[in-house]
Structure formats: structure tokens, C-alpha cells
């Protein structure tokens, strides 16, 4: 297997009028870097693509790349290149960018160009920026792709923002991390650009610190709360249900909360995260941790904050 390390740069509309809803970011350059699965750098892929839609550099676009329209307009239009580049990656491969951008970005650019998707139900992939997090730092401390660089005395050749420069230093940082901790690779992001649409699509996933559920697509929040997978507290080392301490709640209406206790494992914090998909409908991205005494009594303090704050608007 091999992994395609990933690096794209957009450009957008520079006007309010001007700008595609149907395709906010478009795809100017393609930039990526084969690692074998013995951690050594093979092959690249890099290519400008000729824009369709946004025939203007946006400031912050041309601030950052400095790329000319003159060298885009020089290019391929985006279905050729992108055909070229998957033929590239192959078939046994599995991808890995820095953050959580830019796989969303390829296929909404593939899916407006009418391009069959990467895959029709979430699949796994590597966060580069939250690996170097789990070998280097704390697992949530998110930093940028220079710092990671130069923390690990990564010669800085290039140019940072350029997307062959971008995805070379991702690929060394990999490669970095893979020497000092191999095990980190476990912990594979999911891609829920197509979301799970029946049960046996759904993903339940353990990992060293955590257990992840992403559920098929609902029609409401409300169905979604209704079914018993989603509302559930269950232990994921054990598999017992359990009793729930505090019953789910919210501040934003975006990420719900829970908190159960298993006698043989300890508490366990549950989070839910209500995504929109994006043919209508939603879906939640459940997490449960076994968290500490301290981390329980931070939790109990938020729900109280919670509870507050539902009396006040009552009033
Ligand atoms: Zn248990």
C-alpha cells in the first residue's frame, strides 16, 4: 500500500457576487508525494490547474501562493488533471494531508465536475497535523505545518504554501513521526464528505484513548436523538449499558454532552456532534472517553452552567 500525501491550493471569488455556491474553493494546484508503506519517500505529483470559475486571484490567494493567473491559465482544466492524479495514487492507497481541509475540497471540486467520488461512504485516512500532535505533543495542540518542520530540523528548501513544497514537508514529518512511534498510524481520521446512509454502513472504530461511532444520515435531529445507538451509554471496553449520571445536554446545540459510570472501567464522558450531510438530513459523530475525577467534576460544572442558562431563558 502506499500513501498519498496531499497538498492542494484554492483559489476563491474576490467579489461577493462572484462566488459559486456550488463551489466556494476552486482547485488551482495539485500537489502530492508517494510514501511506501516502508516509510520512504518514491514519487510526486504536482500540476496547475486552468480555473473555470474564478478568473481573478483573490488577495489572501495570491498573498499566500504567490502563484500568477498568467502560470494557471497555462495549465489543464481541473477533470483532466484530477483523472491523472488518482491514476497516480492507485488503487491500494490511502491518503494523508495536513489537517482536515483538503479531502473535503477535492470532492466537492470532483463532485462538481460530475467526477465519480473517492468513495460513497466515509473512509479512513491520516491527519498528519494530529499524528505529529500524538508523537510530539499533547494530542490536541494543533500547530502549523512550519512548526512541525522546524521542530524537527526539516531543511526548508522550498517555500512554504506551494502545494509540491506543502506535501514534501507533510510526507517528511510523516515519515518523522512513523520512526519515532509507528503505532500512531491507528489513530486514521474519517472522511464523512458521503456520510453513512444505511446501518451497515455506519463506523465504530477503537482507538487507544477513545472509541468513535459515526452514524447514517437521519432525517431530523429529532430521529436522530431517537435512536437508541446514538442516545446510548455504553461501555466501550466492556460493552454494558450503562445507567447514564447525567443525561445528555447542550450549550451551542451543536455538541451534546453525557456522563456514565462503569463500575468495572471508570467514567466515561460521551460527546455528540450533529453534522448536517450535505444532500439534507443529519448525522452525529459520537465519541466516549474515560476521563478522570477532575475531568468529571469540569463536566458536572458545564452541565450546571447548562441548566442555568435553560432557567434564564425560561424567565
Ligand atoms: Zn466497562
Known amino acids: 500500500m502506499n500513501y498519498i500525501v496531499l497538498d492542494l491550493e484554492w483559489n476563491q471569488g474576490s467579489r461577493e457576487n462572484e462566488r459559486d455556491e456550488k463551489l466556494p474553493f476552486e482547485i488551482i494546484e495539485i500537489g502530492a508525494v508517494k510514501v511506501n508503506s516502508a516509510g520512504e519517500i518514491t514519487d510526486e505529483f504536482c500540476e496547475l490547474i486552468k480555473p473555470a470559475i474564478y478568473h481573478e486571484m483573490h488577495r489572501i490567494t495570491e498573498q499566500l501562493i504567490h502563484i500568477q493567473m498568467d502560470d494557471l491559465t497555462a495549465g489543464r482544466p481541473f477533470p483532466s488533471v484530477c483523472r491523472d492524479f488518482l491514476q497516480w495514487c492507485g488503487e491500494d492507497r490511502m ?9 473535503v475540497e477535492l470532492q466537492r471540486n470532483m463532485e462538481y465536475y460530475e467526477i465519480p467520488p473517492l468513495s460513497e461512504v466515509p473512509f479512513a485516512y491520516l491527519d498528519i497535523q494530529k499524528l505529529f500532535s500524538i508523537a510530539y505533543e499533547d494530542r490536541r495542540t494543533r500547530r502549523n505545518l512550519e512548526f ?3 521542530y524537527l530540523g526539516i531543511l526548508k528548501q522550498e517555500p512554504f504554501h506551494r502545494a509540491i513544497s506543502d506535501a514534501y514537508y507533510t510526507a517528511k514529518v510523516f515519515t518523522y513521526v512513523l520512526a519515532r512511534k509507528p503505532e500512531v498510524i491507528r489513530n486514521v481520521s474519517y472522511d464523512v464528505y458521503h456520510p453513512p446512509k444505511t446501518r451497515e454502513q455506519e463506523v465504530r472504530v477503537v482507538f487507544d484513548t477513545y472509541a468513535k461511532y459515526i452514524s447514517r444520515v437521519f432525517e431530523s435531529k429529532k430521529e436522530a436523538f431517537a435512536d437508541k445507538e446514538v442516545s446510548s451509554s455504553k461501555c466501550y471496553l466492556c460493552h454494558k449499558n450503562l445507567r447514564k449520571k447525567m443525561k445528555w445536554f447542550t450549550l451551542n446545540n451543536k455538541h451534546y454532552y453525557c456522563l456514565a459510570c462503569c463500575g468495572q472501567h471508570g467514567y466515561i464522558k460521551y460527546k455528540l456532534r450533529l453534522q448536517k450531510a450535505n444532500d439534507g438530513g443529519a448525522f452525529v459523530v459520537k465519541t466516549s472517553r474515560f476521563i478522570t475525577e477532575k475531568e468529571k467534576e469540569e463536566l ?7 441548566d442555568e442558562m435553560k432557567k434564564r431563558r425560561k424567565h
Do not use: M, N, P
Not at 491518503?95 to 479531502?103: E, P
Open 95 to 103: 491518503f494523508c494531508t495536513w489537517g482536515t481541509l483538503d479531502l
Open 148 to 150: 512541525a518542520t522546524d
Open 300 to 306: 458536572i460544572a458545564r452541565k450546571e452552567h447548562a
